[in-house]
């Protein structure tokens, strides 16, 4: 048998092109279903792991979906707005601690996300440099978020203004970057984070006006000298807040009305958590209340379906490649007939040929399952990545 291997792999050797090409396909056939599966176990690891560290989530009442989406991995589509009176009436309950969060603007392709600095205790968020902001304009970076933006504490960047062509809307607004969180592993490390006051200036809520100046005086005006105060500039809008205009920043109107993407409610015990949900039984309510796992669990469902459908594909090709590999097979033993007819005539049993075929069919797919193990084993560190890109993003 050991003959049998050696010649089996002095061919192979001989056509190179052959039977790299066979070794690729094979091991290309078996790493994309296993690869597929590995991203899909990650997807399920980690959506169900934030699902599961986020008890209850409040938002406006429709898809469930999009609210836990939009509200625990910040996806493009958004949710919409409630009023930070959700917040307040969850609070006064006393059954749960509320967690509000505004999700609605991106900077750089960046989620920016308005917080509390009890978010960044409830997900274990710790700056890995600088610090948490500290006053209005400042805002802190997830680890993948800095590293994408190649910023870092001491550094501004701009928020994008919604629609460039409003000439009446809001400017952007210069933030502070005080700090780079710690890698979290999660859609935490993609975001801004600025407290819920900045993200209310950059909505148009808040802002600053600049003291008024004496205008130079006009010696030569045909009505005499005059001097007059520019009215104009307390009407400028600061696309910047610093020490020297902080204290001039303000809001209009009641803070009870002003807008968050979502709530999340830290129930006390299972008790509070039920009282808190019969809360939000009446279906005429604009605001709903969701259990994100139970939310996540469905969703996965589906991904699953998809992923079925895919296992069926790949199965079907799988098989049409084989066959064709058979084919291959097929035809390279009609090449070979006169080395067929020669092993014979040297005294070779037919047994002796389809000993060297089965050891050349054996090789051929102890390389292929030596490539397709060694994708797999190259690829198994950015599942995660790949997981929390095409599935949280």
């Known amino acids: 048998m050991r003959h049998d291997f050696y010649l089996a792999w002095r061919h192979l050797r001989h056509h190179r092109t052959r039977t790299l090409i066979l070794v690729l396909c094979l091991s290309l056939i078996a790493a994309l279903p296993l690869g597929l599966h590995r991203v899909l176990d990650a997807g399920e690891y980690w959506m169900t792991r934030r699902a599961e560290a986020t008890p209850l989530l409040v938002g406006a009442r429709g898809s469930s979906v999009d609210l836990t989406l939009g509200a625990l991995y910040f996806s493009e589509a958004g949710v919409p707005a409630i009023r930070m009176q959700e917040a307040d009436r969850i609070a006064a309950t006393g059954w749960a601690d509320p967690l509000p969060l505004y999700a609605r603007y991106r900077v750089q392709g960046q989620p920016l996300v308005g917080v509390t600095l009890d978010y960044f205790d409830f997900r274990g968020l710790v700056p890995a440099q600088g610090e948490l902001p500290a006053i209005l304009g400042d805002c802190v970076l997830g680890a993948d978020a800095a590293e994408r933006l190649g910023l870092g504490p001491g550094d501004t960047l701009a928020s994008t203004s919604e629609n460039a062509f409003d000439l009446a809307g809001t400017y952007p607004l210069k933030l502070h970057v005080t700090g780079v969180l710690a890698k979290a592993r999660s859609p935490d490390d993609h975001v801004v984070f ?139 033993l009609r090449l070979r007939q006169r080395e067929i007819e020669t092993i014979y005539l040297l005294g070779c049993a037919r047994l002796a040929v389809l000993r060297l075929l089965f050891a050349e069919i054996l090789l051929i797919a102890l390389f292929a399952g030596a490539v397709c193990a060694a994708v797999l084993a190259a690829a198994a560190p950015y599942a995660s990545d790949l997981a929390r890109h095409f599935i949280l993003s």
């Open 194 to 332: 600025v407290d819920l006051q900045t993200a209310w200036v950059i909505d148009g809520l808040g802002h600053g006006h600049a003291e008024t100046q004496m205008a130079a005086a006009q010696p030569d005006s045909p009505f005499g000298p005059a001097t007059v105060r520019r009215a104009d500039a307390g009407l400028l809008t600061y696309t910047e807040i610093t020490p020297e205009n902080l204290g001039s920043f303000h809001f209009h109107g009641d803070p009870a009305t002003y807008p968050i993407s979502a709530v999340i409610a830290l129930p006390h015990d299972v008790r509070s958590a039920t009282l808190l949900r019969g809360r939000y039984l009446d279906e005429k309510s604009e605001t709903e209340i969701v259990r994100p796992l139970d939310v996540t669990r469905g969703l996965l469902q589906n991904i699953f379906r998809v992923g079925a459908l895919f296992d069926g594909i790949l199965l079907l090709v799988g098989a049409i490649a084989f066959l064709l590999v058979a084919l291959v097979f097929a035809l390279s």
